[in-house]
């Protein structure tokens, strides 16, 4: 087994009794790597359970330490690096350890191997998303910055013939202070490889920290900044051609006459290829190809759902939600409770496909040999990459080469690999590397999209106006049965119900229902904050809707529902009162709040948003609290936090894929519109200090912003807002 193809890494099958109680096998004993380095490999834990993780009986590491003789440490990354600062905050947790200073610990990508590198967080599979890399990571990593520490200082001990509890480690050497001795540690590496791992080793505690908790200086951004960086649209392999595609206008469709002639005129267009289902135009630069595309005469077969449009899919929504789903929770008894209600709200919820959008469209670069091929590409799934090519190509799995770069934009659509399989589906026709590169168009138009969901609430309030029942049922896609067939059971996966159950607040009776619809003619895949992200808009609207029919403060209402849950009631009061609730605001502008527990980390948003008489919004200040347990960088939390919320003001206020004759409308920035920096809010966020296990960060604040901008518009102009994205022509007013 090798990593990198240049280093070998001996690693031994057993048990090392790690003293924390994880499962077995968490590390690994060390061995000699080529060139004469240490090296450790480690497991990172389940998070979902035995039932979802590999199978334990086949274990084998999916990261690696490696511990050059000249004393760098390097990181065999299994995640990705797509703007969310994991290539800072995991190479912290060994640099914490291990004590060696954070420029030192150097990166590498993992190949494409789920047997080493599968994420037990996510079933096994390579794959990057779910915000979990911290969260896994946490104690795997830093006991394996912990192990090789221990056996550095042992094995400088054991030269100095001194007691290792004489010595320390210390910026990458051990120190013996009594003597004044200093080793480095690639002096240690050749003795350390032959020394068994402990079977106990202590992690720091919380108060002997150095370098987590405290702010890092991302260290992907220097070469970013000065254009070192590689990006998959950034590869040009020798002697590589641009392509460009028109894939069916309509799902399902299919090519059904080319005429070529005016694009093969086209200076600089080497080569038109024809697929089922799309074209593509194969040039010496993406001008020529650009040219050569709009040049060709295509005529489409464009197959079932060529009448399609979104109302028809709302309607069958709407329609399966008067129907009984799977039972996603059920607490007490909710028809009892609601017999006896003094009073009932009712509301249904509509949230629409979203498109991902990412700065970096869709781009793959592939050349196929006789017997080989090589994929040059920006994913959150690199096994998936690798095995998409393998299909098309027919070539075993050994023979694709996968080349992992930056990703400029995951936020999901690059777990998908209709990218990997279109590029190789068109190098197979050419000769030499091709880098196929989407256009913005075809990248809004063809893609993947965030569910639409129809929602249904009922909730019953007893005297004092407080929930005594509460009743949910929402129909939709489900991702996981696709993506995760192992996630999806009984008609429920984690995914899509995840901000629907299991909430904050104290109810005595609740039953939610889930009615899985798959939309025809528009695939659907995971989008930034996935389930949350529709969840936590239709739970926390309709919380608001109940603190309005009980003529309660929605800030107050909320607080009553909390004495079980107080992390979630130290959010709430902390973004309330750094937010000025309750504090007067001039005609037109509302604050609204939110509350969620999602991806292990507790987040209240408070935005203010001001209402103009001619309907158009301005999110004008964002207050966040979140509770996300032990930081490990607070600069990459407030980032993230930032950006989710830029992120989720922008689906609030403008995201929507709409079908009409079964093709995407929205075609560019000009119908899909991102938010501008002029519209941008002052996003302030406060940390709260926590001793507890770290949580997910990417996705967290995209979910709960957008509730918090609908019931602060609801607060400006008393106008309840059921429907994304906002209506700005339904709130004119004066």
């Known amino acids: ?227 070192k960086a590689v990006y998959g649209i950034d590869v040009r392999p020798p002697g590589v051609k641009i392509a460009t595609l028109a894939q069916s206008p309509v799902f399902g469709g299919r090519v059904k006459s080319v005429d070529d002639t005016a694009a093969k005129k086209v200076k600089g267009v080497r080569r038109i290829v024809r697929l089922d289902d799309a074209v593509a135009v194969v040039a010496d630069h993406m001008g020529a190809a650009k040219k050569g595309l709009a040049a060709l005469s295509i005529q489409w077969d464009e197959g079932p759902h060529a009448k399609l449009d979104t109302s028809q899919i709302v309607r069958e929504l709407e329609q399966a939600t008067l129907n009984p789903g799977a039972v996603a929770q059920n607490i007490g008894d909710i028809e009892k409770a609601m017999a006896g209600a003094a ?93 196929v590169v989407w256009t913005r168009e075809e990248d809004i138009q063809h893609g993947m999209y965030r569910p639409c969901f129809f929602d249904r609430f009922s909730a019953s309030l007893d005297e004092k106006g407080m929930p005594v029942a509460w009743s949910h049922r929402f129909a939709g896609s489900s991702v996981m049965a696709r993506w995760a067939p192992p996630f999806f059971n009984n008609g429920l996966d984690p995914d899509t119900t995840e901000g629907a159950i299991d909430l904050v607040y104290a109810l005595p009776n609740m039953h939610v229902e889930y009615v899985r619809v798959e939309p025809p003619g528009i695939p659907t895949t995971f989008w930034r904050s996935v389930g949350p992200s529709h969840n936590v808009f239709v739970v926390e609207s309709f919380m608001d809707e109940l603190a309005a029919a009980a003529k309660q403060d929605p800030v107050a209402y909320r607080r009553a529902l909390l004495d079980k849950s107080p992390r979630a009631k130290a959010v709430l009061d902390l973004a309330a009162q750094k937010a000025g609730w309750g504090q007067p605001l001039p005609k037109g502008v509302g604050r609204g709040v939110s509350l969620q527990f999602a991806f292990a980390s507790y987040l209240s948003h408070v935005a203010e948003v001001e209402v103009s008489k001619d309907g158009s919004v301005r999110v004008r200040r964002v207050t966040s609290a979140i509770d996300c347990g032990t930081v490990v960088n607070p600069d990459t939390v407030r980032a993230q936090i930032q950006s989710a919320v830029m992120f989720g003001v922008t689906a609030a206020l403008y995201g929507e894929i709409t079908l009409k004759d079964g093709r995407v409308e929205q075609t560019n920035f000009d119908t899909y519109q991102i938010l501008r920096m002029n519209e941008a809010p002052t996003v302030e966020v406060h940390i709260v200090q926590s001793s507890e296990l770290p949580g997910g960060i990417g996705e967290t604040g995209t979910s709960a912003i957008m509730p918090a901008v609908a019931n602060a518009i609801f607060a400006a102009t008393g106008k309840r807002l059921r429907k994304l994205p906002v209506d700005q022509t339904a709130l004119r007013y004066g």
Request: charged letters at 20%; a positive charge; one cysteine or more.
């Open 343 to 435: 009073k009932k709200v009712e509301a249904t919820y509509l949230v629409p496909f979203l498109a991902h959008a990412t700065m970096e469209p869709m781009n793959c670069t592939v050349h196929v040999h006789r017997d080989a091929c090589e994929v040059w590409v920006g994913t959150q799934a690199m096994a998936r990459a690798q095995a998409a090519a393998a299909k098309v190509t027919g070539l075993p799995l050994d023979k694709i080469v996968v080349h992992n770069h930056l990703l400029g934009g995951g936020f999901g659509r690059r777990l998908e690999i209709d990218g990997v399989t279109r590029a190789t589906q068109i190098a197979m026709q050419v000769d030499g590397p091709v880098k």
């Open 1 to 227: 087994m090798t990593f990198d193809q240049t280093r070998s890494v001996a690693v031994d099958h057993q048990d090392c009794g790690i003293s924390n109680g994880l499962s077995r096998r968490t590390l690994l004993k060390a061995g000699v790597a080529a060139g004469g380095g240490l090296a450790l490999g480690f497991s990172l834990p389940p998070l979902f359970g035995d039932a979802m993780a590999a199978e334990s009986s086949s274990f084998e590491p999916n990261a690696f330490v490696y511990i050059g003789s000249n004393g760098s440490v390097t990181l065999t990354m299994p995640y990705v690096e797509m703007g969310q600062g994991t290539y800072t905050s995991i190479p912290m947790l060994i640099a914490e350890e291990l004590e060696v200073d954070l420029k030192q610990v150097r990166l590498e990508h993992a190949p494409p191997n789920e047997k080493f590198y599968g994420n037990p967080l996510l079933g096994g599979l390579q794959a990057t998303g779910n915000s979990n890399a911290v969260r896994g990571s946490w104690q795997p990593l830093r006991q394996a910055g912990a192990a090789a520490r221990t056996m550095l200082i042992a094995a400088a001990a054991k030269r100095w013939k001194v007691d290792p509890s004489t010595c320390h480690a210390e910026h990458g050497e051990v120190v013996h202070k009594a003597s004044a001795r200093r080793i480095k540690y690639g002096a240690l590496v050749a003795d350390v490889a032959q020394m068994p791992v402990p079977e106990k080793v202590a992690v720091k505690a919380p108060g002997e920290f150095k370098l987590i908790g405290t702010p890092a200086k991302r260290l992907d951004t220097p070469a970013k900044v000065n254009g």
